[in-house]
């Protein structure tokens, strides 16, 4: 008798892989309490651009986010050093260093310093003391989620003024696309005192560092193209725009998926239907076209009143709000495409999903192979749901298993 599979006591399958991607995983220190009252600590992070930025100083700004207030400097000269401690096994701290300043860098004695130069990078001062270190690492994640958010946002600016043709040299990043986020708690005694380094926690995505695949599935066979083969890839296509920060692309690949699908379904049963009444199949796959042609946009026509003609079946008959939803979607695929209108993250998330739920759905009235929205719990990979953690090669699970 074959094992019943085990289910992780920690996130669902739809948090699991559908919100993964979007967020940050933060190792946080638990920290000692002062010693001294007098002791003020900030929270500060730093992220790594893959790109320089296209301007000859620094760019400083404040940025008033959800999670708090914050000064920002974006730079091509800031240096991150890692500095490891002598214990096995080490510890880390991540410090910025600006290169042109000439004055040398202090570090304690037996600890070893790497540096590393990225093209530029962006470093977020929390504008508020905390009388402890905890204090200021609480809500770590969020603040992360609401820098990476903010940068997003500002490189979109630079992205969408710079030359045609040069717009791919500087572009929104995303939690997707970044790999370690340092978030660093500073120490001074006092209001005039200059801010030290004091701690630091590691962040990063969990999907770019697992340990190895998230999920398990069979190698898939060449063979020739079908609408649902665009179906997927258009979906796919959608969920990966999403992800990396393009929500018009996500919405607009999505409905464009169910939209083609619906199209290709209505064509095959109406042709099957005219062909079986006695008409030869020629004149029978022109005249479905001739019917679809004038309507191959209109959502009341794909998913109510032409597929109920050509197969018995409605989305609008099946599940009322579903249908409705995906009119809602439509108009919203509109506004994207006539107006230029921005969704947010989670209305891009909520739109796709929708149309694998309704790509499921004609899947099934058509007899097509339909994909699951997320694979089973005996196909999910515990092993991959982990990261490496230390130099010593260990492993931290993301799951636990009952």
């Given at each position: 008798m074959a094992k019943k599979a085990k289910s992780p006591t920690g996130p669902t399958r739809e948090q699991l892989f559908s919100q993964t991607p979007l967020r940050f995983t933060a190792l946080v220190p638990v920290c000692d309490p002062p010693a001294n009252p007098g002791l003020r600590y900030r929270w500060t992070c730093n992220i790594a651009l893959p790109f320089a930025i296209p301007n000859r100083s620094d760019c400083s700004r404040t940025a008033e986010l959800a999670t708090g207030r914050f000064s920002v400097k974006v730079s091509n000269y800031f240096d991150r050093l890692h500095l490891r401690s002598p214990a096995t096994p080490p510890m880390t701290q991540v410090m910025v260093a600006d290169r042109r300043c000439k004055a040398p860098i202090r570090i304690r004695e037996g600890w070893s310093c790497e540096v590393e130069c990225p093209k530029a990078m962006a470093l977020f001062n929390e504008d508020r003391e905390y009388p402890t270190a905890n204090d200021a690492f609480r809500d770590t994640e969020a603040k992360i989620a609401n820098c990476v958010e903010y940068l997003s946002g500002y490189l979109a600016n630079w992205q969408r003024d710079a030359p045609h043709l040069c717009a791919w040299l500087v572009f929104p990043l995303s939690t997707f696309d970044l790999g370690y986020v340092y978030a660093v708690?500073?120490?001074?005694?006092?209001?005039?005192?200059?801010?030290?380094?004091?701690?630091?926690?590691?962040?990063?995505?969990?999907?770019?560092k697992a340990v190895g695949p998230l999920f398990w599935m069979d190698e898939p066979t060449a063979g020739a193209s079908t609408p649902m083969d665009v179906t997927n890839e258009m979906l796919a296509e959608a969920l990966l725009s999403i992800h990396r920060g393009v929500p018009r692309l996500g919405v607009l690949n999505s409905y464009a998926a169910v939209e083609q699908l619906a199209n290709a379904l209505y064509l095959k049963l109406k042709t099957a239907q005219l062909t079986a009444s006695g008409m030869a199949a020629a004149d029978a796959e022109a005249e479905a076209e001739r019917i679809r042609r004038p309507?191959?946009?209109?959502?009341?026509?794909?998913?109510?009143?032409g597929l109920k003609d050509a197969s018995g079946r409605s989305l609008l008959d099946d599940d009322k709000t579903k249908y409705d939803a995906l009119h809602t979607i439509q108009k919203l695929r509109h506004q994207i495409a006539h107006t230029g209108h921005r969704p947010s993250t989670q209305e891009a998330l909520d739109a796709h999903h929708l149309c694998c739920e309704c790509v499921e759905w004609l899947a099934g009235v058509g007899g097509l192979p339909a994909k699951p929205l997320y694979p089973k719990w005996q196909d999910v990979n515990l092993e991959g749901l982990s990261f490496p953690i230390g130099e010593r090669g260990g492993t931290l699970s993301l799951v636990k298993v009952r």
């Open positions: 708690v500073e120490q001074r005694g006092g209001p005039t005192a200059h801010w030290a380094l004091y701690t630091t926690a590691t962040a990063f995505n969990v999907t770019t309507s191959r946009t209109d959502a009341s026509f794909l998913f109510n009143s």
